[in-house]
């Protein structure tokens, strides 16, 4: 039996969560679905009060659910599920101290995964010489909707966007002479909890132009009101531009063309997502300060510099680990590596090693 003391403050941290961290209602329904775990685990016990409660909150998903013959929860879901309790724990603590004093703030801490649950940390991305690839296949002009999955793959890459954004993108959001993205929920952009901001582009000639080469073309044939990743009515063998809105799958759209153009070109799949690593790694391999480093923070609309940090660190750690540990030179400009510095950038987090690499390009460029 669910303690109705705890459902109705669950219920708060959500109402919380909508009206002033002004989560949207995609996230607040993923919210309720993990915190509803927390709540079948306390069971009629008072959530205040169950810091010592055995099986763990940890077996409870893992363990207990294995025993019980519950289908197992993946990695990526427990992983989410751990984050939102901690942030209902310390929500909780902060408003309701004298009810959660009994709650260590050393235990919420240590809500995480399993260590033998640990998602791979092979984390994959799109390159910019796989962008190349893609945009370089032969193509005929008639062709137009593998001419705009090509011009999508650029700007996917270019921009950093999220699929759902790119998606439902108009002509009068894109002003490529300034390389602006006007990533505006009023203009209809679908953006993650319905956050507006503008955001700009790479500037890599080459993908630009490809950019530039679709856009100029459908502006030509279509108002601005129109769907930059427009769609392609194929009828007796010919193709049009269509003024059709995006529709509810539009994301899997999408996707479903990326991998035929990946298939086409003999490259192993990477999701529209892919593209916005991508982005972040190529900027952030290229940032010389910390100022840079926040400028591609803001331009991937996170709301902290540690949300980017925490993300992408991880994706750039080989080459930021290559450019610590060579960043003493010898009398002819090779690269030393040597087995102490090459210990120590080992015990470096990823966040450190990324800290330590902008503040080493800084003294350089001095």
Known sequence: MVNRRNYLLVKEFLAYARDITQLDRASLDRYWSYLKHLLLWADDGV??????????????????????????????????IFQTVKRFFLWAKTNYPRDFHLVPLAW?????????????????????????????????????????????????FLSGMRAGAFSTLTLECVDLPSRTIKQWASLGVKTKN??????????????????????????????????????????WGEQTLSLDPPGANRNA????????????????????????????????????????????????????????????????????????????????GQLVVDEQRAQISDRLTDSELAQLLTEAAQRLKG
Do not use: C
């Not at 796989?130 to 032969?138: E, G, S």
């Not at 890599?204 to 080469?213: D, K, M, Q, S, T």
């Open 47 to 80: 959530l205040g009060k169950l810091a010592d409660k055995r099986p763990t909150f940890a077996a409870h998903l893992t363990s207990e659910r294995e025993r019980n013959g519950l289908p197992a929860l993946a990695p990526v879901t427990l992983k989410k």
């Open 108 to 156: 919420i801490d240590a809500l995480r995964l399993p260590r033998a649950l640990q998602p791979s940390q092979d984390h994959t991305f799109v390159t910019l010489d796989d962008v190349r690839r893609l945009v370089m296949l032969p193509v005929s002009e008639t062709d137009l909707a593998t001419r705009r999955d090509q011009a999508a793959a650029a700007m996917l």
């Open 194 to 235: 319905s956050k507006s901001a503008s955001t700009f582009m790479l500037d890599i000639p080459e993908l630009i132009a490809i950019v530039i080469n679709w856009d100029v073309f459908i502006r030509a044939q279509l108002p601005v009101t129109a769907i930059w990743y427009t769609p392609i009515v194929n009828q």
């Open 253 to 332: 759209a999408l996707a479903k063309r990326l991998r035929k153009l990946f298939l086409v070109a003999g490259m192993p799949y990477r999701s529209p997502h892919k593209f916005r690593h991508g982005h972040a790694v190529f900027a952030l391999q290229h940032a010389n300060t910390m100022a840079d480093y926040k400028a591609v923070s803001m331009n991937l609309m996170h709301s902290d510099i540690r949300v980017t940090d925490g993300i992408y660190a991880p994706l750039a750690r080989d080459e930021v680990k290559a450019r610590i540990a060579g960043l003493t030179g010898s009398t002819q």
